[in-house]
């Protein structure tokens, strides 16, 4: 095989050889057979030129990212979404058999599947909102000065690095009936030891103060680049205008975070909706199942109850709602960009 | 030297030479929860295994923390990895990696090897049916059979036996005014001896849970209480099987029982699951957590919660494992140290005889189904080093426990920990759970009903009617009911 790098080389350009021209250089300068080794040095060195062309340089330097991506992460999901269409489990020595769409209608019709669907949709919503309320809240703090700032900030923001682990096992124990503090701190009203997780309601509120501590300072890291980015003389003019204070947030300061608090929103609802680790070490999905969210249950159809594929078709059940969240999330922004004009 | 003797000698040279060159380096590698009685064989085996073969046998044992342990092993053996020769593994998973082709029957191995056969006979009944045969074999057969028999399917052995008991505080069930005050109120005396235990039912229990359950600023035993005090504790926890395996003993106590899979596909689950005497036993069980610590109002209340406020000194009695108890008396762990004692598990008066049926804990070690000749016979060297009467006393006085009945019959077995006598007394009464690959669902769903019961959302009844209707479905999708 004769690489197009090496056709350039017996003349400047191809416009200016011409094959008759082309046999009188070769014969010319080339013995007339060259040692197979020599040859087989001269197609490496060819086809590396020719891939290592500038045209090309950038399919190559992306092309392992790219097969590394496809191997760890699209081939896994098509080869689980393929799964889901048949019945397997994994400890079976039974070959997978096709089924269609049976594990998704068994899915759609199964009661605990919507009781966790639900469960889930109560915590994001409680958790979401109390994050953005309270991380708003402090954005707004710490966009004044004050003394010790900084140190404040670094506390505020030190729950957002801890560990789900280490977030869980703590509020494990403050809640703890016996040896917690919340427990402790009501007892000394009540003379009552306290068992919040006891309670359905108490055990998704458990959760909901955990998950919010933890992240309303991502919010309000948002919040705080969207409130540092408001122009002085803004709000410089309202107060010549003598604008009262509701009217300076609503029509200067929430204009330029609603975009990013959009975002927060975004971020959180779907990594709220797909939380297992805090649940799943604070309650365990108890009472009953009354906090267990939609991707514990996954977990458990996969890993406990070796319905392989029924979990791979509620995997992508959990996938599509994350894709319609997004979509609704986009769309509005889409609204809001077209209603402003941008 | 006669030709003849000296062509002896040479042969004699010549196989020695041959044997010392043909030794092979074998590693055994082994999956094991991280625990006493797992890093104990590691060193012990370190320290004293040879083997018989001759080649150089190495254990190496791949430490697991409990919490990931199943985890980590189902990756393992459903990746295909085939990492490990040897496993621990509990019980209730025998089925699901049986029938996934990972656990290695050992009926022809067993079949050729006296020796094997003779640990088998050895072993106590009630672990030879839980650790070893699938389909389940109950132990009171493979009692009548005396333990082996061609025609049943052996796969484990045991590496760690276990079972429950209780743990109770000799400084207040001795105190003469603790007693004495019990007395007025009751009409009988506080259990001080552990022989004391071996009358006690659940209605004592519960008279313990009530009289001991005290406010700060009480007294007990003389002295004012900084803090409230619980009378008892039991399991009660949703995680694992943390509630399952105290209530089965309620249910096997109160006349009742689980679904029978020794007799699959005619054993029924709805009527036995849900029946007048679970039902009455489960209540029963529902009732003695009002004496219980706060925490088992949350359903999460487990073997290591209680250990942890007994050792703290909130609890009076306690029942939770054998492996357990290290710690406890333990001062550099424990508050209790020295005042903790062990006795029987309380039991239910039963057609006149007092029933301290329980649910057998431990776990079996198995060989997996990859391995070649050579590693097998190895393997089963390392199982029967293990279960040899040197290694099985070394690892009772380092405080583990042993199954082999002539381990359990030394006089000396007793004194060699605080807990030894109550276990060996208690092991006659031990039964599994179930063995089928479906126990990882039934199990799951039956905790979530038990959790709904103990944290009061539902009675004992609709409770144990959710679990028989959702085990029938499932036992008749699995094909093993009619």
């Known amino acids: 095989m004769l690489w197009p790098s090496s056709r350039t080389s017996c003349c400047a350009t191809r416009i200016a050889c011409s094959k008759p021209m082309e046999k009188a250089v070769n014969q010319a300068t080339l013995p007339p057979k060259l040692p197979p080794a020599f040859e087989r040095k001269v197609e490496v060195r060819g086809f590396l030129q020719w891939i290592n062309a500038p045209e090309r ?196 300061t929430f204009p330029y975070v609603k975009s990013l608090l959009l975002l927060a929103l975004l971020f959180r609802t779907i990594e709220t909706f797909k939380t297992f680790d805090l649940v799943f070490l604070i309650t365990e999905g108890g009472p009953g199942s009354t906090t267990e969210t939609i991707a514990i249950y996954a977990y458990r159809l996969g890993f406990q109850f070796f319905r392989t594929s029924e979990a791979s078709a509620l995997a992508y059940m959990i996938l599509f709602v994350v894709i319609v969240l997004t979509s609704i999330y986009l769309y509005v922004v889409k609204q809001r960009n077209a209603s402003e004009g941008v | 030297m006669t030709r003849f003797s000296e062509m002896g000698a040479l042969l004699s040279a010549t196989i020695l030479a041959g044997s010392a060159v043909a030794a092979e380096d074998i590693t055994i590698r082994m999956a094991a929860p991280d625990w006493g009685p797992t890093r104990f064989m590691q060193d012990h085996a370190n320290e004293t295994y040879t083997a018989p073969s001759g080649n150089n046998v190495k254990l190496e044992i791949d430490f697991i923390p409990w919490p990931n342990f199943f985890d980590r092993v189902n990756a393992s053996l459903n990746s295909g990895e085939q990492k490990y020769q040897i496993l621990v593994s509990d019980s209730q998973w025998l089925g699901t990696f049986i029938e996934a082709g990972h656990f290695m029957k050992l009926n022809d191995h067993i079949a050729e090897d006296a020796e094997l056969q003779a640990i088998i006979k050895d072993l106590h009944p009630a672990l030879v049916s839980g650790y070893s045969t699938y389909p389940n074999v109950p132990a009171d057969k493979i009692a009548e059979m005396g333990n082996y028999a061609p025609d049943v399917n052996y796969y484990g052995f045991p590496q760690f036996p276990d079972n429950y008991f209780t743990y109770y505080r000799n400084d207040l069930f001795c105190d003469e005014g603790e007693n004495a005050a019990f007395k007025e109120k009751y009409g009988s005396e506080l259990p001080c001896a552990a022989e004391d235990w071996d009358s006690v039912t659940w209605d004592d229990w519960g008279n313990f849970g009530e009289f001991f359950t005290r406010k700060a600023g009480e007294t007990l035993a003389g002295q004012m209480l900084g803090s409230d005090f619980y009378g008892i504790a039991y399991q009660a926890g949703k995680p694992l099987d943390f509630s399952t395996m105290q209530i089965n003993a309620f249910f096997w106590q109160w006349g009742g029982g689980i679904w029978d899979e020794a007799n699959e596909p005619n054993a029924p689950v709805l009527g036995v699951v849900n029946s007048d005497e679970n039902v009455a036993g489960f209540e029963r069980y529902l009732e003695l957590l009002n004496y219980a610590p706060p925490i088992a109002k949350t359903g999460q209340m487990g073997i290591f919660e209680i250990q942890d406020l007994y050792m703290q000194g909130k609890i009076a009695a306690i029942i939770d494992w054998a492996a357990l108890a290290a710690p406890v008396v333990d001062p550099a762990t424990s508050q209790v140290a020295d005042v903790t004692s062990f006795g029987m598990m309380p039991g239910n008066m039963l057609n006149g005889t007092l029933d301290r049926s329980a649910n057998l804990g431990g776990q079996p070690f198995v060989l997996t189904t990859w391995n070649d000749d050579l590693v097998v016979a190895e393997a089963l060297d390392l199982v029967k080093w293990w279960l040899s009467e040197d290694t099985q006393i070394a690892a009772v006085k380092a405080g583990g426990q042993s199954g082999l009945t002539s381990v359990l019959e030394n006089p000396d077995y007793d004194s060699w920990a605080p807990w030894n006598a109550t276990y060996r007394k208690s092991l006659p009464w031990q039964k599994d759970l179930w063995h089928v690959p479906e126990m990882f669902e039934m199990l799951t769903q039956q905790q979530e009903e038990f959790d709904r019961a103990i944290t009061g959302q539902v009675s004992a009844r609709e409770a144990l009617d959710a679990v028989a209707e959702f085990q029938d479905e499932l036992l008749r999708d699995a094909d093993r009911l009619q």
């Open chain 1, 57 to 252: 340089r950038g399919a190559l330097l992306v092309t392992p990212a790219l097969a590394t991506l496809f191997l760890i992460n699209i081939l896994p999901l098509l080869w689980s979404f393929g799964l889901s269409f048949f019945n397997y489990r994994a400890n079976r020595l039974t070959a997978p058999k096709f089924q269609g769409l049976e594990n998704y209608t068994d899915l759609l019709g199964d009661d605990r599947v919507w009781e966790r669907f639900v469960t889930t949709g109560l915590i994001v919503s409680s958790s979401v909102a109390l994050q953005l309320l309270i991380g708003f809240g402090l954005a707004l703090l710490f966009a004044k000065k004050f003394p010790m700032r900084r140190l404040a900030l670094m506390f505020v923001l030190t729950p957002m690095m801890l560990s789900f682990v280490s977030v869980a096992i703590f509020f494990k124990l403050f809640y703890d009936p016996t040896l917690g503090m919340l427990s402790w701190f009501i007892s000394l009203f009540t003379g009552e030891s306290f068992a919040l997780l006891a309670t359905p309601a108490g055990a998704i509120a458990g959760i909901v103060i955990a998950d919010a501590w933890m992240w309303s300072p991502f919010v309000m890291l948002l919040v705080l680049a969207g409130l540092v980015s408001v122009p002085g003389y803004l709000y410089e003019a309202a107060e010549i205008d003598r604008a009262p204070s509701w009217k300076r947030f609503r029509t200067i």
